[in-house]
Each structure stands twice: as C-alpha cells, then as structure tokens.
C-alpha cells in the first residue's frame, strides 16, 4: 500500500468492422437432402478453414474468439461449438471460443457478443459464426418447456409454433392480406435468381464435400431450395398448414433447411495494422423483446432502439436485409416505417423465403450479403441487417459503408 | 471367372459410386467415383472381382462420356478412412485354376485401364483422391491415374504384394520405377513391405507417390479445387525423366545380390517382382501388364503364397486369443508389482506404466539394482522423447508412474504382481511364498519365466489358481507376441486377467500349456541344436549355418545365437534336454564358446546382408569333416540338405508332440508363435504349411498338419 497508487488504465472504445463471411450452399433438411449425411459442425469448420485461406494476411494466433451459434446444442452441435470448431479446424490451441444460442438471431449474436469483445479490448479478431442442421436437430427438439409457461399463462403454447405466431400477425395486422404475402414471395425468388445468375450469390459460398452412402461423396456447391419458378398463380391454393383457411403456406415461410455461416469481425485499428479489408463499419446495434404471440414484429423495436444509439432514423437507411422467416413478419416491418413492398433497397438479393434459413445461421448471412451490397451501392451510406427471434424478440445491427464518400473511418485519432 | 469356384466365399463387394461435381472456376464437370462397400470403418473396402467389374462398368461409362466431350476430369476416391485395402484376399486364395488366376490379373487391368489411358484417348485427365488406407491393388488404383492428392490422416499407403506372396500386379510393378525412379521404387515394392512399414502421406508426398497433400479437415474440397487448377492448366505438376538405363540396372543388379543372399530360393515373389521392375524402363505398358497377370498367376498357384495368406490371416486373427476365457472373468488391474528391476522387469515396468496407465512398483533387493531399473524407464522415456515416438507428456506419465523399492511390503496394494528374477526354480518358488503372505488372495501372481515350470512353482502355494504364466519375448517393447501359460491349477480368472493385461499391452497373446520351452523356445532351439549336433558331428560350420537357408528364415542360425546370446542359447537347450530327454541335442561346443566368450559371428559384409558365422568358431566344435564321412558320433557327416532334412524331421516330430501333449490347441498357434515369436516367414505359413507341403509331416506323422487347401493350393 502507497499513498500514490497508479491510475487504473482505462480503455477507450474501438471500432469494430467486418471484414469477410462466408456461408455454406443452404441445404434441405430432408433425408434426401445435400447434407443429410454431412455433420454440423464440420459445416463450420470448413467455413472457419475458407476464411482463413482467404484471408493469409491474418496470422490465426490473432484470433482471440471463436463464438458459433447453434438453436439446439447437443449432438453435432452440442459440447462448445466455438471451442470444437476452433481445435477442429485446426486454429492454434490458444485461441479461445464459446457457444450462443438466441434461436434465430445466434450467429448476429455471435457477432455483436464478439464486437463486444474488441471494443474492451479483450480481443483484436474474432470469428462469429452459427450453423443449424434442421435435419438433425428438428425445431425445438427434446426442449423441455417449463409448464409454468402454460399455467400462467405466460406464453400463448401456440406461440411457440412459429407458424402461428405468423398467422396471428396477419390477424393483428388486416391490411396484411394473403395476397400481398405471396406477392412478396414470388418476389423474393425472383430476385434470388436474379442476384444468382448476376453473381452475386456464389462469391459468398464455400463448397462443401458431402457424402451420401447410397450415392457416394460429392459437392455442395449451389443452394438447393429456391424455386425460381414461382408464381402467384401457382402458390395462391397451396395448404396452411398453421392453421386451418389460414393465410401462412409454405411459399410464403422459409423452409426448414441445414446450413452454415461464418465471419471475421476485428478492431479497426487491428485490420489497418494487417491490412484486413474492410467491408463493412459497425454502428450500433440492439436487441428488443415483443410478445411471442407476434414474434415476427420483433425487429421493429429491436431496429428503433439500435437507430436511436446510433443517432440515425429509418431514412438515414439505405439498404436493409432483413431475415425472410415469414412474409409476413418482413412486410409488418416495411408498413410500419412506411417502406412499400417491393422497394428495391430491401433484401436486394431475395431472402430466405428462397434461399432457406438455417436459425442460428442466418444472421451472419445478412450481413454478408449487405457487405457485397455496399461495394455495389456506394452511395450509400448506412445498412441494417435485422431479424426477428422466436419467443418475441427481434435484433437489429446497423452498418456503415466504407465505400461511401462521406465514411467516417474505422480508426480513432488516438491510435 | 466366378463361376468356376463353387467354394468361393461370398464377396464383400465394394461398389464404384457414381456422382457429377461441378469444379470451381468454370472447369467443367468432375465425375468421382466413390469406392463404398456400404460398410463401417471397421470392414474396410476390398476389391473382388464383383467389385472390379462394377468398377469397369463404371469407368467404361465414364469414358463414353468423356469422349462426348461431357466431362472435364474423372476422380476415385473412398468411403471415409478408406481408398481400398487391396484385392480380396479370401477370394484369391479360393482360385483354383491356373486361367482363373490369369484372369484376376487381367480383371485389375482391365478396370484400371480407363484411369491409365483416359488421357491419352480423350484429352481427359484421371485423378486419385486418396482419403485413406490405400495398399496393394488400393493404391495401384491411384498409381493409374494422371494425378493423386492424399489426406494428411491417410493411415497408411503402400504396396505389401511381396510379403504375402505376390506382386503389385495391377500396375503397381511397371508404374512406380517409371513414377518416382527406381531407387525409391525398390524401397516401395521391396523394402517397406519385407519390414511391414507402409508409407505415411507425408512420406509418400516426399517420395512423389502421390502429388499433393491435403489436410483432412476438407480434404475432399481442396483436392477437387486442386484437381480443377490441373484442369485449367493454373497448377502443373511435373515428372521426372526415366531413370538412365545404366542406373536402373546398377540399382536391379544389387537388389538381386541382396536377395540371392537373404531370399534365395524360399520364396518366388521377390525375384518375380524384381524382374518386373526390371523390365519397367522399357517394357510398353501393354507387355508390362502382360507380364504382370502371368507373374501373379504363377504366384497365385503357388504353395508360398497360400501360406502367406494363410499367415497374414492368422496374424490379423490375432488379436481374439484362441482359447482366452471370458472377458468378464478378469479381475482389475489397478497396481502393478514387478518383483526384480533388471533389463527384463525395468522393460515389462515401462510397458505396463505406458500401456496400462497404472502405478507400477520395482522391487529389487538392494536400492543401486533398483535405481537402475527406474534410469532405464526414465532414460527409454527420454530417448522415446527425442525420437518423436512419445510425447512429454507421455513421457512424464510413465517415469511418474513408475516407482521403485527394495521393500517387498510395497506390494501389499498391488492386484497383478509378476515376478521377472533370475531363472532359478528356488528362488522363484521362494519369491511366490513370500508375496503370498502380503498381497491380497484375490491379486493375480505372474511369472515371465521361460523355461521353468509353473505348475511346480506354484505347487506350495495357498492359492496356486492365482498363478499365471504370461512370457513377454526380448525386447519386450518390440516383439509383438507373449506367451500366456495356464499353469495346471491356473484358475479361468487369472487366465482372463492375463488376457485382458496382454490385450491393453496390445501384444498377441497365444494360450499354452505349461510345457518345457512352451512354443516359441521349444522349437526355436530344437532347431538351433539340430545345427549344432551336426557340427558337433563334424559338418563345417559355415555349412550348417547355411543349411537352413532354403527356409528363408531371418537370419542364418549363428547369427541368431549371436543375438539371442550363446549364454541364454545355452542355458535354454539344456535345461530343455533336462525336461524332454536326449532328443534335444547337447552342444558342448557352445558350453565352450559361453565359457570363453568366443565371437560365432563376423560384421555384415553389406547392409541388408545376414552376418556370416565367424570360421574361427569350428575350433570350438573341432576339426569339419567332409560330407558322408563318419562323423565324431559315428554317424555319417551331413552335408547343407542333410542337416536341413535333419531339422525338418525333428521340427516335425516335436510339433506332433507338442500337439500330443496339448501345449496349444493346434498347428494353428504354434505358426503363429513362430511368425510373432520367432519371425519366421510368411511363405512357410509359420512352419506347419512348410512341413506338410514339403512332405514332412506325413513323412514323420503319417498325417497333415493342416487340411489341404488351408495354406497351400489344394490337389485338386
């Protein structure tokens, strides 16, 4: 003890940008599905691997966090998915990794927990990622859900069937008809097999060797769920499954699929110093919860809360991925900040009515796609990627453009 | 040809899977084929001819396509951990006829052929990808295509054709001199198959077998991106010229020398696959493959290659003891005692530590014998280290799970306790009562004795039944075999403890009687002595060391007495003539070499080569005679085929005793203490094959030892 003791350090905030993500093609989580037989966790190792070979002016020992987001963490997905899936890849035995889960929002979870981390300081690269294997690991699958749920009427049961939770949004929401859903869908396809015939899917995917014991090893190379013939005519009488002379059908939800994603997030000063690219600045972000019953409204208060930390408003937005899970739950987004349906700064590339959505994955595939966005759209200035979250909550990440004439730069002063 | 063998067993058929992937970059189409036998990782992948022909069909198709111009490349690889381990054994050996044979060969060339000249046809390239196991016929798939990348965890690569009888015939022969040059060819084809090493990936990458290695992790992504970058032309891979013809005949020249000098006549497939070699550097593929079906057919109709297989089966049989009790019936093993901390205990010490992972107490009388014991542990541990083979870690487990004292009460807590002091039935019998009166009366007692006998050592014992015999073989890191004795009271829970210890120390252990010598010694030094009577008799001694030449042991008799030490030679051929009677030879002329510490063997001229008895060593056993004179037992004095006859009829007679007296449970055991024990060769199937195809056992027994057909090619 010293009468003088030495100031405590204190640390001050640092950017945090994303350099690169990559995702696995999305498969069928079917039996006859391209990754029936794939595990989960190699999914992600292999992403891990691809990221690192892209990257060869990131030495793997700067890592300082793996975080990979599974909804069901046991089986392929179970024992520390970071952890596992830094030894498996083969990233150097001190770089340390965890497993997330927020359903839906895991991967975005993975990023902005590991954005966290830069910020303090208490690492300069991380790899945030997430992976379901829906054929594996079916919804909700041996949760055991507490009965006090039910007795206290805490929770809708209902409101755990994602499903319902889109039929009662139409309900909540009339001027929400069927008919502006499917549209929405056709739509959504169309523009897939636009952005995938201009090139602007295959960049991001990492092919994958997939072996089947009845038809041998082979390669996923391509998504196998969109369906670019879609029409309005062809999906108007298709079944609701959630509910009977329901609005919700199978055109206008994303499919249950197995996939996978992955990214490199670091300190801005960190990717100056090793000459990281940068593709995209991160501004805020916020989660918000809603009622379960009406899960798919989540990222509108999850995105006006990130808006306000950031100190922007909706118009200041140019571009915005938002995750497909129903049409729904994208167009109660759109009405309530007055975006039409089809405005083009919206899921330029279709979402994941076509491509799939593998829960905790997707995320990171929003932001991917934002990224390859931004190079095309220089003139904008700030992106969100949002998504909503079963059990009622959204989650909300706002972008900044580096390519953008006005971008306001990734390092501090200071440094 | 299936047809023809009635007798044949069901083949395993491993399927040729068919399947299109798209290459990165625009590179057009890869078909890879996919070899799947639809079984787990424990069965691996074998090519039949069921197989082979699916897998022709296939590629026949695939190069329809090629021709079409619909295909960009052409891949094989395997199910997970496996390319294929090599033809199906069980298959060749049911062949019958010559022409059936011939066909196996052509069969293999004939699926290979579009991996071998789809290039040429088409312009298309062939790539193996080899994701795991690739041996014999397995890797002679990859060695016809243009290109082959490897899987960093590939668990071996190879071509052991020579050690079981045959030659790489499906390609193998002609292709790799012409791949990596002869020298390293000889090393593939020759030396690693007659030392059972197969090649590690990286070693195979640095000898140029394969052409790229890729890490498991996506093993399979970055070969196709790999073979896709040969495709546009972005990698190019390049090939030496042929080696000079001078050189390759230098380097053929002294490979026969050296298997004139440790082969010779004892088997066909050496010389067979050195011809092929030989012929490599400017045969045309067509005459190569040509000669390569009718090596292999002769091979196949041979008696030497039947007991090969019929050893390499019994060595893989192995590893389920024949005649071990029930599993369950083993006590555990928590702490080990070793009574004694020479070179033999301090051996056993760091297996057990190392395998068992248990503590394992020395225990010698005075504290400088025990501290030796434990410098050995550590100084193995150390030297392990520093080659590689262990990790510190390892290392430090055992030297910290080793201890050592000179307090027999230390043994008080342990449940398994073997005794490894001097062989000397007092002290060993005053040893067991000792232990008796401080270890528990359920602790399993064992002996590493080799020549005494157990039930007499536990024969004052309270409780006999805990006594077990388990012979470890010299050095005890090395040899794979142990000899576990049932003792006549020998309860089945000691038995099973000793099997369950033996299986955790992964040797193989065979069940035998507690008969003089038990196997391996029994007949080993059976044989040593028959050469000696005959130079006691006046046979020179560089005859007789030769004489047993024919059978291609591992070495010549005087360097094996060399090794084995005459002192320990000695002391077992007597204490075996004390027990079995005067059929068992006495020496005195080695009493005499162990008395003056005479030298038997000189340097050996070359390496590889055997060293030769030192001529010195006749004083010792007096003048040599010449052959057919009257020798100094009043017999006549044997030339080299009369002192092998000699052997050979001794050996045969002992093996009927021995099966007499129930020391094994048949001829079975006894080859496979001779192959783990004794390193006798494959292509005498141990010995039994040897002595029935050679006439002996009917000759000596007046029966086989073996059913026809098991390790020879049956009359028909």
């Not at chain 1, 981390?117 to 379901?132: F, L, P, Q, R």
């Not at chain 1, 041998?216 to 670019?228: F, I, V």
Request: glycine share 10%; net charge negative; with cysteine.
């Amino acid at each position: 003890m010293t009468a003088t003791s030495a100031p405590t350090p204190r640390r001050t905030a640092r950017d945090v940008v994303f350099v690169d993500g990559v995702r696995t093609p999305f498969g069928k989580a079917k039996p006859d599905g391209q990754f029936a037989q794939t595990r989960a966790d190699d999914l992600v190792v292999k992403l891990v691997r691809e990221l690192l070979r892209r990257h060869p002016e990131l030495p793997a020992e700067r890592i300082g966090e793996v975080a990979v987001a599974a909804t069901t963490q046991e089986g392929d997905q179970g024992l520390t998915l970071g952890r596992t899936v830094g030894v498996l890849a083969g990233l150097p035995q001190a770089v340390p990794g965890y497993a997330i889960d927020r359903m839906c929002a895991g991967a975005m979870t993975a990023v902005t927990a590991t954005a966290g981390s830069i910020v303090m300081g208490a690492a300069d690269i991380t790899i945030a990622g997430g992976v379901e294997h829906m054929g594996h690991h079916p919804m909700g699958f041996n949760a055991d859900v507490n009965p006090r749920f039910v007795a206290e009427k805490l929770v809708d049961p209902q409101a755990l069937n994602m499903g319902v939770t889109a039929e009662n949004l139409h309900d909540t929401f009339p001027q929400l008809t069927k008919e502006r859903a499917d549209a929405f869908a056709v739509n959504s396809q169309a523009k897939y097999a636009k952005a995938l015939a201009n090139g602007n899917i295959d960049p991001d995917l990492v092919p994958i060797a997939v072996r089947s014991a009845e038809l041998g090893w082979g390669l996923a190379t391509a998504d196998e769920l969109p369906r670019p013939e879609t029409t309005m005519e062809g999906i108007a009488d298709l079944k609701t499954p959630f509910r009977a002379g329901g609005r919700v059908t199978p055109a206008t939800s994303s499919p249950l699929t197995d996939g996978a994603t992955a990214s490199i997030l670091a300190g801005g000063d960190t990717a100056a110093e090793l000459g990281l690219p940068v593709r995209m600045r991160l501004v805020s972000y916020a989660f918000a919860g809603v009622a379960p019953e009406i899960m798919g409204y989540g990222p509108v208060p999850a995105t006006d809360k990130a808006l306000a930390i950031a100190g922007l408003s909706v118009d200041d937005i140019g571009l915005f991925e938002i995750n497909e899970a129903f049409a729904v739950q994208v167009l109660s987004f759109l009405d309530h900040y007055g975006i039409a349906d089809d405005d083009p700064r919206v899921n330029e590339y279709g979402g994941a009515i076509a491509m799939g959505h593998p829960l905790a994955s997707s995320g990171v595939r929003l932001m991917t796609q934002l990224a390859r966005q931004f190079e095309q759209h220089p003139e904008v200035r700030y992106g969100i990627t949002t998504m909503c979250v079963g059990l009622g909550q959204g989650g909300t990440v706002v972008w900044e453009n580096p390519h953008h004439a006005d971008y306001s730069g990734h390092t501090s002063e200071e440094n | 040809m299936t047809a023809t063998h009635q007798n044949a067993p069901a083949e395993r058929v491993t399927h040729a899977l068919v399947r299109d992937v798209v290459l990165p970059g625009g590179a057009g189409t890869l078909a890879l084929v996919t070899l799947d036998n639809g079984f787990d990782h424990t069965k691996p992948n074998t090519l039949g001819p069921q197989g082979m022909a699916e897998l022709s069909a296939a590629l026949e198709g695939l190069r329809e396509r090629a021709a079409a111009g619909e295909l960009a490349a052409v891949a094989v690889t395997g199910k997970p951990y496996f390319l294929a381990a090599g033809a199906d054994l069980k298959g060749a050996t049911a062949i019958e006829t010559y022409d059936d044979a011939l066909q196996l060969g052509r069969m293999g060339h004939q699926a290979y052929s579009v991996l071998g000249e789809l290039r040429e046809q088409t312009g298309v390239p062939t790539f193996a990808f080899v994701n795991g196991l690739a041996l014999g016929g397995g890797l002679e798939v990859a060695l016809n295509c243009d290109y082959r990348t490897v899987a960093s965890d590939a668990a071996a690569l190879g071509l052991p054709e020579v050690s079981i009888g045959l030659v790489p015939g499906w390609g193998g022969a002609y292709l790799v001199p012409r791949l990596i040059g002869i020298e390293k060819a000889i090393e593939v084809i020759f030396t690693r198959p007659m030392t059972q090493k197969p090649y590690k990936p990286a070693e195979a990458l640095e000898i140029g077998l394969v052409d790229a290695q890729f890490e498991a992790a996506d093993f399979l992504e970055q070969s196709i991106r790999w073979a896709a970058q040969v495709v546009t032309g972005e990698v190019e891979v390049p090939r030496r010229e042929l080696d000079p013809q001078p050189v390759w005949d230098a380097v053929v020249a002294g490979v026969r020398k050296q298997l004139d000098a440790t082969v010779g006549e004892s088997r066909p497939a050496p010389g067979r696959a050195l011809d092929l070699v030989a012929a490599a550097r400017t045969a045309s593929r067509a005459e190569a493959f040509a000669a390569e079906d009718v090596a292999l057919a002769d091979l196949i109709m041979s008696d030497e290659m039947r007991a090969s297989v019929y050893a390499f089966n019994l060595v893989q049989g192995g590893k389920r003891p024949h005649g071990a009790p029930d599993p369950e019936l083993a006590r555990p093993v928590t702490r080990v005692g070793i009574v004694g901390a020479g070179l033999m205990a301090a051996q056993i010490a760091f297996l057990f530590a190392q395998r068992l992972q248990v503590p394992v107490v020395m225990r010698d009388l005075d504290q400088e014998r025990v501290d030796k014991g434990l410098e050995f542990v550590r100084g193995t541990a150390e030297k392990l280290v520093s080659r590689g083979k262990l990790s510190p870690g390892a290392a430090a487990r055992i030297v910290g799970a080793v201890s050592g004292t000179t307090d027999i009460q230390e043994f008080a807590s342990c449940d398994f306790v073997i005794e490894a002091v001097t062989e000397v039935m007092g002290l060993k019998k005053k040893v067991f009562a000792e232990l008796e009166g401080i270890i528990s009366p359920e602790a399993v007692l064992a002996t590493n004795t080799s020549a005494l006998s157990i039930t007499e050592m536990s024969a004052d014992l309270r409780h006999p039944e805990r006594v077990v015999g388990i012979h470890f073989f010299n050095p005890v890191a090395q040899m794979p075999l142990v000899e576990v004795i049932h003792a006549a009271r020998t309860s089945p829970e000691a038995l099973a403890t000793a099997f369950g210890v033996t299986k955790k120390l992964r040797k193989t252990a065979v069940l035998a009687g507690d008969r003089p010598g038990f196997v391996v010694n029994r007949l080993l030094i059976l044989v040593m002595g028959k050469v000696l009577e005959a130079i006691e008799n006046g046979t020179p001694v560089e005859v007789a060391d030769r004489a047993l030449a024919p059978l291609g042991f591992p070495m010549p008799t005087f360097e094996l007495t060399d090794l084995v030490g005459p002192a320990v030679a000695d002391h077992v051929l007597t204490s075996l003539r004390e027990d079995l009677g005067d059929r068992i030879p006495a020496s005195p002329g080695l009493k005499k070499i162990v008395a003056e510490g005479t030298p038997i063997v000189l340097d050996r001229p070359a390496k590889g080569l055997p060293k030769p008895v030192d001529p010195a060593v006749q004083a010792q056993f007096g003048e040599a005679l010449a052959p057919g004179a009257t020798g100094r037992n009043g017999t006549p004095v044997l030339d080299g085929p009369g002192v092998l006859d000699e052997v050979l009829t001794a050996t045969a007679q002992e093996i009927g005793l021995m099966l007499e007296e129930q020391v094994v449970a048949g001829p079975q055991q006894i080859d496979l203490c001779m192959i783990l024990g004794a390193g006798w060769g494959f292509h005498t199937g141990g010995i039994t094959p040897y002595l029935d195809r050679t006439g002996y056992s009917e000759k000596v027994l007046g029966r086989r030892l073996l059913e026809d057909g098991v390790a020879n090619v049956p009359a028909t």
